[in-house]
């Protein structure tokens, strides 16, 4: 089945440390996007990336980074330089970046600090 | 900026009865619309969208209505059902270049049975 894969499900960071979440998709969808969503609130935008080898900061992109080599990968770096990381992370696609059409989402990495 | 937003942030149903969830989005210029359901502890999953050139789409049992002159969204479920309980995003396409979609902060419906 096509579909959108994040791993790992569950994630711990130590002070410190950066950490690698990763999103895989098989829709051949062009552009991939990386939300945050804490405890009661809606999804905030990381980074997004339209097409491969480029990619955009969303409106809160201070300590992420993302890299987009191939169609199908967009892995996300939580950095020690964000502070606040302990959220739920998703991933998500479209056909094409900025298009009329549904994103789709991963079912998500929960991150938190140890 | 541009902003979705709900008026509700709670919303509790009888099984069986219909339910209305509403949005207000704030960018005239937005030309599609989309709502999401998201169970806990899974990413959001499409229910249904909607081009600004429609005011109304059915699905099954879910009815979206686009309301452009005052700049509202609902959704509305028919029968609802206790498999129905989950958080409900409405997002939308601002138009401003290729930006992605802007989501609202979401209501959670409860199915009383």
């Known amino acids: 089945d096509g579909g959108i894969t994040q791993s790992p499900k569950y994630l711990f960071r130590k002070e410190g440390q950066n950490v690698t979440l990763s999103c895989e998709q098989n829709?051949?969808?062009?552009?991939m996007y990386w939300y945050r969503q804490d405890p009661g609130q809606g999804l905030r935008l990381i980074y997004y990336?339209?097409?491969?080898?480029?990619?955009q900061k969303g409106d809160i992109a201070e300590g992420y980074s993302v890299s987009r080599e191939k169609k199908e990968s967009f892995p996300l770096t939580v950095t020690s330089a964000q502070k606040n990381p302990t959220a739920f992370y998703l991933c998500?696609?479209?056909?094409?970046?900025?298009?009329?059409?549904?994103?789709?989402f991963g079912d998500g990495t929960r991150l938190s600090i140890l | 900026g541009e902003s979705v937003g709900l008026h509700l942030p709670t919303l509790s149903v009888q099984e069986g009865d219909n339910s209305i969830i509403n949005c207000a989005y704030s960018?005239?210029?937005?030309?599609?619309f989309i709502w999401y359901k998201q169970e806990s502890g899974k990413g959001p999953q499409f229910i249904i969208d909607i081009r600004s050139n429609m005011d109304k789409r059915q699905g099954q049992r879910v009815t979206v209505l686009l309301n452009k002159t005052v700049k509202h969204l609902s959704l509305q479920i028919a029968a609802t059902q206790p498999g129905d309980s989950a958080v409900y995003f409405c997002a939308e396409n601002p138009r401003s270049g290729n930006t992605p979609l802007v989501f609202g902060k979401g209501t959670r419906l409860s199915v009383i049975a």
């Open positions: 998500a696609s479209s056909i094409r970046g900025g298009d009329q059409g549904p994103q789709h």
């Open positions: 990336s339209q097409i491969v080898n480029d990619f």
């Open positions: 829709l051949n969808h062009d552009a």
């Open positions: 960018n005239s210029a937005s030309d599609y």
